[in-house]
Each structure stands twice: as structure tokens, then as C-alpha cells.
């Protein structure tokens, strides 16, 4: 609970040094917040018996197919025998694999019943107050046998039973009120997985809620508008920063400093929303979606691309609205008395206008993208 509390505390500070008109403050706390945010890691153990799609599931989360030279081994026996890491692409600092006792959480796995050495394990987790979480593996390969040995085939009747088997073998081994989430490494967006990531977050301190948000592949468009809301909350911040730049009288400097914040945030964008060019292989690869066609159905100049401050200015230059801004920022800034305050307005008015837009529409192409992913795998189940 220390980082949600150092969260909260900051957070308050900020306020408090706005409703001062303590520029400078608010400034050092707002950078103190954001660099907060930035390196915040979440370690996540996996762990199961031989063969129950440990690795599987690693690749799955981090959003990488089994045959990405990222990727943990897999195979039909064991191939993670020992602790090992597995960092997220874009996310060095989140996923990682570390020594028992510095796990975030952990995630227990099995492809059939769990057993006793899993309830073992649950036990000595409980003890260090840390939270645990029953995953069942290969669900897609138990409804595919089912459906092919069942004349009167229910799916929804079936995932019940395996869940309810699942909830009885652990109890059977006196672990109370055990939760069993039904997972399809293959297709995330199936069956409980959705439910085990919001549980995930709704659980984590506040910032590592972030960083597992952020870390985690495009599961539904509701996951995207979670992203989206998570970085509009802090466009607000990134504004004052632009804003407390505004104040240096020199031509040009807040110009080249809002240029270079706004390349920093949209780049952060581009990443947590999966549009940066190694990303969209990963999903094509993983999706069976040919790349070049996800890149059709992107509207916006600065996905699969290196963001830079001149194709950051090209696409704002289009915007009148913005453009005007940045004009009457630097205009302003050397009128008697007014021009600071002036040009810290407009400064601000800037960068807030242009992270919204750019975010919208970064959130609108991760849209178009997993609808696109979607059809494929509805094609495929059909």
C-alpha cells in the first residue's frame, strides 16, 4: 500500500501548490509524479506442473506468439524448470520474473485438476499476504473434445462443470473459497480472462494498476478506453509542465521544450496502445492478421513509425486551431507585464488540445485494429 499512498500524497501536493499559484512547486511535484509513474515494476510468477501452458500463457499476456524469439519455451515437456525472466517488450519494468518473496502476485496454472502441491504452494503465498490466483489452462482444447464427443453440445454447460470440478478438488484439499479463472492462452478475449485482468487491477496498489493496465494486450475495446482514460488523467499535468516553460522569456525555448515533451508522451501512447511497428508484427503474428493489413485500417500518420518532433509538427501544422496557439505563445511572450502569464496560458491551451487530439485518435486506430483482429477470429471459430 506504500505506493498508493506515495501516489495519493503527490497527487495532493500538486492541488495544493495549483491553489497556492506556486508555479515552480507545482511543477517540481508534477515531474516528481510523472517519473513516479514511469518506473514502477510489477513482477507476476506463473507457475503450474509440467505441461499445463505456463509458457504459453507468459507469451500470451506479454502479447507475443510462441514462435517470437521473445517468446518462453514451449514444448510437450517441461521447459521451464527454474525461475526465469521474461520481460514485456515495450515494458522492460513490468512483467518481470524476480525471487519469491518480491512477486506482485501470482498466477497458479494447471490443464486439468489442481493438486495438492498447488494448494501447498497457495498456502506459503497466503503467509506472505501476497495474492494468488487459480488459472485454468486450455480450456479451447477441452470445449473443441467436448463438442466433438457430445450430441447435445452446451458450451456454457461445460465451462461450469470444468469450474465447478476445479472449485470442488481444491476445497476437497481444504483451501476455502478458492477462485478458478477458465482461460484460452490461444484467445485471450475467451472466457475468463477478461475477468482475470480486471480482477487483477482492481487489486493492485494504484500505480502498479497502471503499469498492468498498460502492460497488458488489447483484450476488448473497453481494456483500450481504460488506456485512454488512464493517460487523458494525466494530460492535464503534462499541460502545467508545458506551462511552466511558457515562463522563460527566451524565443523559441518552449516551442522546441512542448515539441519534444509532446514526441516523449505521444511515443508513450503509441506503445501502450500496440501501434509501434514491432507491436503490430506481434499481433500479426499472433493474430494471423497479415501486418499490412492492420496498417490499412489506421488513420493516423504516427503508428509503425518513429515519432519525431518534425512528424509531430506536420500533422499539428494541419490543425489551424493549434497552430494559432503556437504562434500567439511565442508572440505574446515579450508584451510588457501580461506576456508571461499570457504565453503560459496559451502554452498550456497547447499541449492539453494536442495530446487530446492525438490521444483520440490513437485510441480510435487501437479500436480499428482489434475489430479488425476480432473478424479474423470469429472467422476462425465459425
Do not use: W
Request: net charge neutral; proline share 4%; with cysteine.
Amino acid at each position: 500500500m506504500g505506493n498508493q499512498f506515495g501516489y495519493q500524497q503527490i497527487d495532493t501536493e500538486i492541488k495544493e501548490a495549483l491553489e497556492k499559484n506556486d508555479q515552480h512547486l507545482a511543477v517540481a511535484k508534477i515531474q516528481e509524479y510523472l517519473d513516479k509513474g514511469q518506473n514502477v515494476p510489477l513482477n507476476i510468477a506463473v507457475t503450474g506442473e509440467t505441461g499445463v501452458g505456463k509458457s504459453t500463457f507468459v507469451n500470451a499476456i506479454r502479447g507475443i506468439d510462441n514462435k517470437d524469439e521473445k517468446a518462453a519455451p514451449t514444448g510437450c515437456v517441461e521447459t521451464t524448470m527454474k525461475v526465469t525472466p521474461y520481460p514485456h517488450p515495450n515494458y522492460p519494468n513490468y512483467l518481470k520474473m524476480v525471487e519469491f518473496k518480491k512477486f506482485d502476485f501470482f498466477i497458479i496454472i494447471s490443464a486439468d485438476r489442481f493438486r495438492e502441491n498447488d494448494v501447498k504452494l497457495a498456502k506459503e503465498i497466503q503467509k506472505m499476504e501476497k495474492k494468488f490466483y487459480f488459472v485454468r489452462s486450455k480450456i479451447d482444447d477441452n470445449i473443441r473434445n467436448e463438442e466433438r464427443g457430445q450430441r447435445e453440445f452446451n458450451e456454457e454447460r461445460t465451462l461450469t462443470q470444468i469450474r465447478d470440478n476445479c472449485i470442488q478438488g481444491l476445497q476437497d484439499l481444504r483451501l476455502q473459497s478458492p477462485q478458478v479463472f477458465l482461460v484460452s492462452s490461444v484467445d485471450l478475449t475467451l472466457y475468463d480472462f477478461p475477468l482475470l485482468v480486471e480482477t487483477l487491477k482492481e487489486e493492485l496498489p494504484e500505480l502498479k494498476k497502471e503499469a498492468f493496465l498498460l502492460a497488458m494486450p488489447n483484450i476488448s475495446v473497453d481494456m483500450i478506453k481504460e488506456k485512454k482514460k488512464a493517460f487523458k488523467a494525466k494530460v492535464k499535468y503534462f499541460a502545467i509542465l508545458s506551462a511552466g516553460v511558457g515562463a522563460v522569456p527566451v524565443p523559441g525555448v518552449s516551442a522546441a521544450v512542448d515539441t519534444t515533451l509532446l514526441v516523449s508522451v505521444v511515443t508513450k501512447y503509441v506503445l501502450g496502445f500496440g501501434l509501434d511497428i514491432p507491436s503490430l508484427k506481434r499481433m500479426a503474428n499472433y493474430s494471423g492478421v497479415p501486418y499490412e493489413e492492420l496498417k490499412k485500417v489506421i488513420m493516423s500518420t504516427l503508428i509503425a513509425v518513429k515519432v519525431t518532433p518534425e512528424l509531430l509538427l506536420r500533422l499539428l501544422v494541419q490543425f489551424s486551431s493549434l497552430t494559432a496557439l503556437l504562434a500567439a505563445e511565442e508572440g505574446t511572450r515579450f508584451i510588457p507585464i501580461i506576456g508571461i502569464p499570457v504565453s503560459m496560458g496559451l502554452s498550456f491551451a497547447f499541449t492539453y488540445s494536442s495530446l487530446n487530439m492525438i490521444l483520440d485518435t490513437l485510441a480510435d486506430d487501437a479500436e480499428k485494429v482489434f475489430t479488425r483482429v476480432s473478424r479474423k477470429s470469429e472467422m476462425q471459430t465459425e
